[in-house]
T-cell receptor, first 110, second 112 residues
Framework: QKEVEQDPGPLSVPEGAIVSLNCTYS??????FMWYRQYSRKGPELLMY????GNKEDGRFTAQVDKSSKYISLFIRDSQPSDSATYLC??????????FGSGTRLSIRP | DTAVSQTPKYLVTQMGNDKSIKCEQN?????MYWYKQDSKKFLKIMFS???????INETVPNRFSPKSPDKAHLNLHINSLELGDSAVYFC???????????FGEGSRLTVL
């Protein structure tokens, strides 16, 4: 089993839709959970960061972590064409290297 | 002022050649990384250095040799390039209160 699993997509939704992106992980020691966004031909950049279980909201973005099921989600409300990118999840612990999921390619249709 | 900068952005070369990619960060971080991203966007860790010392080496062929002359620089030299080495190579530094990674723009390597 891979340490981090993520549906690669591609996922295509109409503008204004709610998007749900998900990852599962296997290492119960992971405490920190990051979502990176990568635009085409650019480096990944940090979008959201959460610690332990629970929800964190930042504007149209909500990150959700369920440590009991080792499941992490990123929700995008009122999706915009500018949200079209690849989204990578990255759970880790303070003692571990940062390993990324395979990334989900998201396309928002105007 | 770019936080993590890599050069060159693009390399096109023949099989069997040797090439180098340079990386510099001005964030004052102690830890730097090389990641390889394949055509399916999978981002795989290759090496990590902490204050000039190698701390992670992820079963990468020994044709790949990283070098860190100081904690702000991490270079990657690749010998005897193969077709399968074609990818985008990202340099990153790690730090700040969240321990997040800051990535460069990537160096796109094409081996013909």
């Amino acid at each position: 089993q891979k340490e981090v699993e993520q549906d690669p997509g591609p996922l295509s939704v109409p503008e204004g839709a709610i998007v749900s992106l998900n990852c599962t992980y296997s290492n119960s020691a992971f405490q920190y959970f990051m979502w990176y966004r990568q635009y085409s031909r650019k480096g990944p950049e940090l979008l959201m960061y959460t610690y332990s279980s629970g929800n964190k909201e930042d504007g149209r973005f909500t990150a959700q972590v369920d440590k009991s099921s080792k499941y992490i989600s990123l929700f995008i409300r009122d999706s915009q064409p500018s949200d079209s990118a690849t989204y990578l999840c990255a759970p880790y612990s303070s003692a571990s290297k940062i390993i990324f999921g395979s990334g989900t390619r998201l396309s928002i249709r105007p | 002022d770019t936080a993590v900068s890599q050069t060159p952005k693009y390399l096109v070369t023949q099989m069997g050649n040797d090439k180098s990619i340079k990386c510099e960060q001005n964030l004052g971080h102690d830890t730097m990384y090389w990641y390889k991203q394949d055509s399916k966007k999978f981002l795989k860790i290759m090496f990590s250095y902490n204050n000039k010392e190698l701390i992670i080496n992820e079963t990468v062929p020994n044709r790949f040799s990283p070098k860190s002359p100081d904690k702000a620089h991490l270079n990657l030299h690749i010998n005897s390039l193969e077709l399968g080495d074609s990818a985008v190579y990202f340099c990153a530094s790690r730090g700040g209160p969240t321990g997040e990674l800051f990535f460069g723009e990537g160096s796109r390597l094409t081996v013909l």
